[in-house]
């Protein structure tokens, strides 16, 4: 028989992977409407960004209570650590999507506008890291998280390019510039996504491990900014 203890182990695990796949989709929302140029969409991501922040809310409480209920030895400890860590990376994601939104109502009316970069595959490659690094929290492998951890580096590179092509365009077309900006920031936002989906393989690493290779796996970036961007 399970005893109380593991059963909260139990609904802990099973809440945070629900707050991670509404994450996922505010991800995919949020690339939505930027391709669609709707607002609609923009809006649902909205919505679901006030789900993701009471689920963490609810998390971080279940997660408490489990580390007064008892103290944890090794691995439980571990796993509730990570899980608290974990939840604070998702709920930075449900932020990131919503500045996604945000951009991509500004870039709405510009309806002719062709973006010089390719966003839906550069969505397509975080979206992947967001759901792998969720896949090795749900089956406890190591080996998947570190796979995570090396598409880092490929995110990166998309946002470098983006970069530089955007900028280029700001100097041919500088009536648009604003909203070139918008975009540029999308794929900021994006690389921020893939950053904390980086970091949700490092946690189940540490879990399942009990190895820290933060400092290890790649090289520190500069403070975040995740929070939604004033519309």
């Known amino acids: 028989m399970r005893t109380r203890f593991q059963q909260g182990l139990d609904e802990l695990k099973e809440r945070l992977l629900e707050m991670g796949g509404l994450?996922?989709?505010?991800?995919?929302?949020?690339?939505?409407?930027?391709?669609?140029?709707?607002?609609?969409i923009a809006q649902e991501v909205f919505e679901r960004e006030k789900l993701i922040n009471e689920s963490q809310r609810a998390i971080d409480e279940m997660g408490v209570d489990l580390l007064a209920m008892q103290q944890p030895m090794a691995t439980d400890l571990r796993f509730v650590l990570a899980v608290l860590k974990i939840n604070s990376d998702l709920e930075r994601v449900g932020d990131l999507a919503?500045?996604?939104a945000q951009r991509s109502l500004n870039v709405a009316q510009e309806q002719e506008l062709v973006i010089p970069v390719d966003?839906?595959?550069m969505t397509t490659a975080v979206s992947t890291m967001?759901?792998?690094?969720?896949?090795?929290?749900?089956?406890?492998?190591?080996?998947?998280?570190?796979?995570?951890?090396?598409m880092d580096s490929i995110v990166d590179r998309m946002k470098d390019e983006a970069f530089i092509t955007l900028v280029a365009q700001m100097k041919k077309d500088p009536e648009r510039?604003?909203?070139?900006?918008?975009?540029?920031?999308?794929?900021?936002?994006?690389?921020?996504?893939?950053?904390?989906?980086?970091?949700?393989?490092?946690?189940?690493?540490?879990?399942?491990?009990?190895?820290?290779?933060?400092?290890?796996?790649?090289?520190?970036?500069?403070?975040d900014s995740d929070r939604p961007a004033s519309q």
Do not use: C
Request: glycine share 2%; charged share 30%.
């Open 23 to 40: 994450a996922e989709s505010a991800i995919e929302l949020a690339s939505e409407s930027l391709r669609k140029r709707d607002g609609r």
């Open 98 to 100: 919503v500045n996604i």
């Open 177 to 223: 510039i604003r909203i070139y900006m918008d975009v540029l920031l999308i794929t900021r936002s994006l690389e921020r996504i893939a950053d904390h989906a980086t970091n949700i393989a490092e946690d189940v690493i540490f879990w399942v491990n009990g190895t820290d290779v933060r400092h290890n796996s790649r090289v520190a970036t500069e403070p």
């Open 130 to 150: 967001v759901r792998r690094a969720l896949e090795s929290f749900l089956s406890a492998k190591s080996d998947v998280a570190q796979a995570v951890l090396q």
């Open 119 to 121: 966003i839906a595959r």
